[in-house]
């Protein structure tokens, strides 16, 4: 994985954990950034594609993710190969409609916190989209 930039990162593999809520099954949660952008607070954030799961009774297949702690963001993602992140869980095709998904208060999911993690050489195979 060589990515020097924010805007490199669609189409990379990426490995999903979510801490809260600590029961979430399955962990990690294989996927692959599909989009880059700014979102309604004018962070950079990512939309994630992934295997369908299942979180406080919906069915979802993606995750919104952006930096959970002031003064980080994507940057940290592509020098650190981690970043600690607030989820939001969407559906891909609802996500995708209109950029949807970079604005938090349009998705049909609950909130989650945890990271996302480049995959390195070995990692799982998340869906292709």
């Known amino acids: 994985m060589s990515t ?3 805007d490199e990162l669609v189409g990379t593999r990426v490995t999903v954990v979510m801490g809260e809520p600590w029961d979430f099954e399955p962990v990690p ?8 952008g700014s979102g309604d607070h004018g962070e950079k954030e990512v939309l994630v594609a992934c295997e369908p799961f299942t979180l ?4 979802f297949d993606a ?9 980080e963001g994507l940057d940290v993602l592509v ?3 981690t970043l600690t992140c607030n989820h939001m869980a969407w559906r891909l095709a609802d ?12 998705a049909p999911g609950p ?12 990692g ?5 989209r």
Do not use: C
């Not at 406080?56 to 069915?59: E, L, P």
């Not at 799982?124 to 292709?128: D, N, S, V, Y």
């Open 4 to 6: 020097t930039s924010t």
């Open 29 to 36: 949660l294989p996927g692959r950034i599909v989009a880059v």
């Open 56 to 59: 406080k009774g919906g069915r």
């Open 63 to 71: 995750l919104a993710g952006r930096h959970r702690y002031e003064g």
């Open 79 to 81: 020098s650190n190969g």
């Open 95 to 106: 996500a995708l409609k209109d950029d949807a998904w970079k604005d938090w208060r349009k």
């Open 111 to 122: 909130g989650t916190i945890g990271s996302i993690e480049l995959v390195r050489d070995g």
């Open 124 to 128: 799982a195979e998340p869906p292709a």
